[in-house]
């Protein structure tokens, strides 16, 4: 197993914060501003913001209110402050809203500095009643969607305006504020070097793809003491250009629930992500996986360390996935990747019960879905390090649901191609862990316990180069044999790993 060295940037003390000073002070009640939440407010917040600029820079302070606007565009060295009680309320009319370059947006920024938003107020996006308005619109004809879902009887992502986006932007700092009710992604940060976010609240259950918070290829980027509660991934790492990267990422100390991924890598993976620390992390009520590791679009994904992961009534807990999307282009990698000192407890029934917007149900019988570990033939996941690790599962298996045995692994399919879903193989043979095509495994101190029952083994490993088991802990599992191998080479097996039996399959 190779040693991750790349620094991991604990305190990221390269990020430069917008430390201005505030002698421009702007108090939004200064301006033509009505505070009812009913009368639109966007070309006054909007003038307000562009004198400050014209100044040199200031902050914009929102008072105790209500002020409903349509899109926003921040500008270097501005800034916006909601004072506690004050919110920002995004017009439930589409036509209120555009963007920049790009996807439509309340708040906007594209290529500024020093840009921000803080204070102990709230961003409202009016999630559901604008997304409905959406919806209208492309009925009645007024707005073009070439990518609307028949099948889900939804607009596209496109056409849903999110509550943040920022784009090439330097030095963003977004601290203590509440946001909630996005009609798609609640905010995204594209291209931004020295992103600072501290401190916020994100709930958006109010309609589909409400990712919590996205990077994506980004540089220098520090999250930390959030809470994200979301209908969609939680706390998540993209990549949509093939020309840029993340890099130097660090998350730490938030609490995540979420209807699809905690705290995810990808789906969209074209260019990559490396130097990336996520740690202190609580997941709760969490449909998919607490932790997924995803590089399907041909990128690269490497150096990465995930620690100290608490997760309750989640339906996966670990999946790491290298697949090829990218029909034309070349297979992506996946390598150096260390996750320790996790503590996960599988859901007995569906654990986003409770939101108003779940996860899709699967179109067919399962047993529970373990974790897993998996490449594709030619491009193998390189160089993963599982470490001190508890994942106890409580659900019962059933033949009569599914059945798929270890003399047919070569059944299980590859879907190289394939959207990556803990899910995405269907019925699996394992219960514990499920690995294939992969060079350099190290797994210690992994404990598994089935408090229910369950007809198949813990482990299965299938074209495993480089294994290493060391001190597992399999408890109520039954008297079978717990580890399958199959073409597997080059294996360091310790004396106890061996004691819960180990059979070789063709």
Known sequence: ?????????LSLVSVVLFCRGEDNIYKITDSDINQNGTSLNTVAIQK?????????????????????????VLKSNVSLRLEKGATILGSSNRMDYRGLNRWLALILADGQTNVGISGEGTIDGQGLELALHTDSLYHAGV?????????????????????????????????GVNIKDAACWVQTYDRCQNLFIDRINVYSDAYWNNDGLDISDCKNVRITNCVVNSADDGICL?????????DSIYVGNCTVRSSASAVKFGTASSGGFKNVKIEHIKVYDTFRSAIAIESVDGGFLENIDISDIEAENTGNAIFIRLGKRNKNGEAGSLSNVKIHDVKVQIAQE??????????????????????SITGISGAQVKNVSIENVEITFS?????????????????VPEKITNYPEFSMFGELPAW?????????LSLKNIKLTMTGKDFRPAWVFDDIVDLKLENPVIQGYGNQ?????????????????KEYGIRIVD
């Open 481 to 497: 044999v717990q580890i399958i191998l199959r073409n597997v080479r080059e294996k360091d097996i310790d004396r106890q790993t």
């Open 432 to 440: 514990g862990f499920y690995v294939r095509h992969v060079d350099g």
């Open 1 to 9: 197993m190779k040693t991750i060295t790349a620094v991991l940037f």
């Open 350 to 371: 569906r654990p986003d019960k409770d939101y108003i917007i779940r996860g899709p149900a699967l179109p067919f019988f399962h047993n529970p879905f373990p974790s």
């Open 395 to 411: 659900d019962n298996a059933h033949k009569g649901y599914a059945y798929l045995p270890v003399t047919r692994l070569s059944d």
């Open 48 to 72: 307000a913001i562009n004198q400050a600029y014209t100044d040199g820079g200031g902050v914009i302070v929102f008072p105790e209110g209500t002020y409903l606007t349509g899109s926003i």
């Open 238 to 246: 993209k990549s949509h250009s093939p020309s840029h990267f993340n």
């Open 143 to 175: 707005i073009e969607d070439p990518n609307y879902s028949v099948r889900l009887s939804r607009p596209s992502e496109y056409q849903r305006p999110q509550i943040i986006e920022m784009v090439n932007c330097k030095n963003v700092n977004i601290t």
